[in-house]
């Protein structure tokens, strides 16, 4: 069964860093490509990033730049690097697999 | 970008009566390859998104077949054959065309 385990949100300050997990189960990382995709608290989603079973990797405008997403087979996980973080950046954080699993989701909350 | 449009944002529906959600995208989702990248999400209240449809009208794994999807290039529709009660949710669609990968505003569906 295909899981995903999404960790690591919490308060942050603005201007701070987090980072998100994304950790995997019922299949590996790198076999298919990996989104991360955020919910603002009552908005809908916003996707934010992807990284393709091939390694490349791409952002929305709004993250270019501030957020990293890379994976570790090894550990059959996916990460999300978010440094310089504001206001408009809290949200709930998911993980999804290609077109299927997403997981439960992470809460990212930045305020002062 | 590709934006996404929905219709209606609200539908009240009636259990044991059909419903259909319409989905309208600014550029043809028609790939290359034939396949039209455009795939449909229900998040259920205090749930993370779960696949319904992908590539316009395949459902996913587990899915009731009373859910449907079709349409091809910048039209594509969700209909539900029959609602109940535990459908009540948002939908969105979403196309993986090209990044950055986009979201309709989503559909409330409730029961009347």
């Known amino acids: 069964e295909v899981q995903l385990v999404e960790s690591g949100g919490g308060l942050i300050q603005p201007g701070g860093s987090l980072s998100l997990s994304c950790a995997a189960s019922g299949f590996t990382v790198s076999s298919s490509y990996m989104s991360w995709v955020r919910q603002a608290p009552g908005k809908g989603l916003e996707w934010v990033s992807v990284?393709?079973?091939?390694?490349?990797?791409l952002y929305a405008d709004s993250v270019k730049g501030r957020f990293t997403i890379s994976r570790d087979t090894s550990k059959n996980t996916v990460y999300l690097q978010m440094n310089s973080l504001t206001a408009e950046d809290t949200a709930v954080y998911y993980c999804?697999?290609?077109?299927?699993?997403w997981g439960q989701g992470t809460l990212v909350t930045v305020s002062s | 970008d590709i934006v996404m449009t929905q219709s209606p944002l609200s539908l009240p529906v009636t259990p044991g009566e059909p419903a259909s959600i319409s989905c309208r995208c600014s550029k043809s989702l028609l790939h290359s390859n034939g396949y039209e990248y455009l795939d449909w999400y229900v998040q259920k209240p205090g749930q993370s998104p779960q696949l319904l449809i992908y590539?316009?009208?395949n459902r996913a794994s587990g899915v009731p077949d009373r859910f449907s999807g079709s349409g091809s290039g910048t039209d594509f529709t969700l209909k539900i054959s029959r609602v109940e009660a535990e459908d009540v949710g948002v939908y969105y669609c979403m196309q993986t065309l090209q990044t950055p990968f986009t979201f309709g505003p989503g559909t409330t569906v409730d029961i009347k």
């Open positions: 999804a697999k290609g077109q299927g699993a």
């Open positions: 590539l316009g009208s």
């Open positions: 990284i393709y079973s091939g390694g490349s990797t």
